[in-house]
């Protein structure tokens, strides 16, 4: 099974809102990603946790909030953001951190208004 | 730094015809992995096919193999018998162990019946 859960789907939301993104992986692996995407363009890492703790922060801003409450679970926190951020949120898993093929999940396409 | 070049921004094929997507790397590392993801308008990233630098021989996967030549840094995908499902970006994609997957812009293919 090489299944990567996200929701919700769909996201629209205002600049002023508190939201969160989730993801899930059960395939006992111990690295997961979020990345960002935008249209017809290559995903750009944001976030990479390996063993539930936060290894790598691509300079993202911090209205953008990473948790891995355990190995299975990964969420974005989101306040504050901007219409730019608008865009599909991607979360993977490998079975260690850079090291091994990612596994993507279907993503989430957020609209901040 | 690593980079990823594909060269072919759009293609098109006949549904049942071959094609070949070209991906060229830059990189002075020996040991690395390479990928193809596919994204069709489902926007899941699907991985398609790795192949590891240190294996000569190149990598199948169905009606998917590469053309792996190591020393013009060069990781061609040809699609077999193509099917309208095979439509979507693919992305070829280069991690060194212990970095990151580093993206290359992309080929839009569309299978055309």
């Known amino acids: 099974d090489t299944e990567v859960t996200q929701t919700p789907k769909h996201l629209v939301m205002g600049m002023t809102n508190k939201k969160s993104l989730k993801c899930e992986q059960h395939m006992g692996h111990r690295a997961m990603y979020w990345y960002k995407q935008k249209a017809k363009k290559p995903p750009e890492l944001m976030f990479v946790y390996s063993y539930e703790k936060l290894s790598i922060n691509e300079s993202v801003p911090s209205r953008f909030s990473p948790e891995c409450p355990n190995s299975s679970l990964l969420n974005l926190h989101l306040h504050a953001l901007q219409p730019e951020d608008s865009a599909l949120y991607l979360c993977?898993?490998?079975?260690?951190?850079?090291?091994?093929?990612?596994?993507f999940g279907p993503g989430t396409r957020l609209t901040v208004t | 730094a690593q980079t990823v070049t594909q060269s072919q921004p759009e293609m098109s094929v006949q549904e049942a015809e071959t094609v070949t997507l070209s991906c060229t790397y830059d990189?002075?590392?020996?040991?690395?992995?390479l990928f193809w993801y596919k994204q069709p308008p489902s926007r899941q990233m699907i991985l398609v096919i790795r192949?590891?630098?240190?294996?000569?021989q190149n990598a199948t996967e169905n009606r998917f193999s590469v053309n792996f030549q190591k020393a013009a840094k060069s990781f061609s995908l040809k699609i077999s018998d193509s099917q309208l499902g095979d439509t979507a970006m693919y992305f070829c994609a280069f991690m060194k162990p212990g970095g990151k997957l580093i993206f290359g812009q992309g080929t839009e293919l569309s299978v055309k019946p």
């Open positions: 990189t002075s590392e020996s040991n690395y992995y």
């Open positions: 192949q590891e630098a240190y294996k000569q």
């Open positions: 993977a898993s490998s079975q260690l951190a850079l090291s091994y093929e990612q596994y």
